[in-house]
């Protein structure tokens, strides 16, 4: 395994490459606006990657649109399942399929959005067939798409992956979602996708104590996610991918900690 870290591209992402190899961080996922979609960031990636020897795993899916991370409007706005964004949201992905064909980035991650946890519910059927269809997209070009975790159950999210029955489809596996979520033990929640594991977040966090809003992110090592015991569990799964680093926060204390998470998973990955 090795270590990689969430980047943004925009005006800093040559000194953010760098900062990341400088300090062991070699791998990365890259969010990318949909405007930037362009052959001219086509060939800045090329060279960037050339020059600093940084290789993107995975480019995280763009989408536009309102999207707000709680409880109650996080249905309505998040991804491909959300009411009246579906067909937006899909063609959107589908596009991120292309791009990161045109950069040679093997997979596009990201939440399909809050699966019902009944498949009788109507929002269901109709978040399948529009996966459906995205599947067949990734499949024609050569890419796989990882469903983020966190927003529904474990087994919710399995369901809708052989519901959708492509050999494309994995899973992005984020332990600290899963708690700030509210729906599972992310150790327990390996047993059930392990199979379909192709990224994993290193993120830490806690379960939610307000029933109207996620809870709280922590820096790696702070919160309940067990990383030596999840290490061993993904080796058991034959997991042999990267750990990206993800904190959702800015500034100095953002690099501290990002630093800090990439010491204890070096460690980690290190032992035997």
């Known amino acids: 395994m090795k270590t990689g870290l969430v ?14 190899m400088e300090h062991e961080i070699e791998t990365c996922q890259l969010h990318i606006n949909l405007k930037d979609y362009t052959e001219e960031t086509v060939q800045r990636l090329r060279s960037l990657c050339s020059a600093t020897g940084m290789e993107i795993t995975a480019l995280i899916g763009a989408a536009t649109g309102p999207a707000v991370y709680d409880f109650y409007s996080g249905p309505l ?3 491909i399942v959300a ?3 579906q067909g937006r949201r899909t063609k959107e992905l589908a596009k991120s399929a292309e791009f990161a064909a045109r950069i040679g980035v093997p997979r596009v991650c990201g939440h399909i959005g809050f699966i019902p946890e009944n498949p009788n519910d109507p929002v269901y059927p109709a978040g399948i067939a529009n996966a ?4 067949k997209v990734y499949e024609n070009a050569g890419i796989g ?3 983020e975790t966190g927003q529904e159950t474990p ?7 052989t519901d959708i029955g492509s050999s494309s489809i994995g899973v992005n596996f984020d332990p600290a979602n899963l708690l700030m979520y509210g729906k599972a033990n992310p150790i327990d929640a390996l047993d059930i996708l392990g199979p379909y594991i192709r990224g994993v977040h290193a993120k830490d966090g806690d379960y939610p104590q307000n029933p109207r809003v996620l809870g709280p992110e ?3 090592g702070e919160g309940r996610v067990d990383f030596p015991r999840l290490i061993q569990k993904l080796r058991e799964h034959n997991y042999a991918g990267d750990l990206t680093i993800e904190r959702e926060i800015e500034g100095d204390q953002q690099k501290e900690d990002i630093k800090k998470a990439n010491s204890i998973l070096k460690k980690l990955i290190a032992s035997p």
């Open 7 to 20: 980047l943004r591209y925009d005006e800093h992402i040559e000194r953010n490459f760098r900062w990341s």
């Open 77 to 79: 706005t998040i991804g």
């Open 83 to 85: 009411p009246g964004w």
């Open 132 to 135: 459906r269809w995205l599947a």
């Open 145 to 147: 798409l990882d469903f």
């Open 155 to 161: 087994i919710t999210l399995l369901r809708a992956i």
């Open 218 to 220: 922590k820096p790696l």
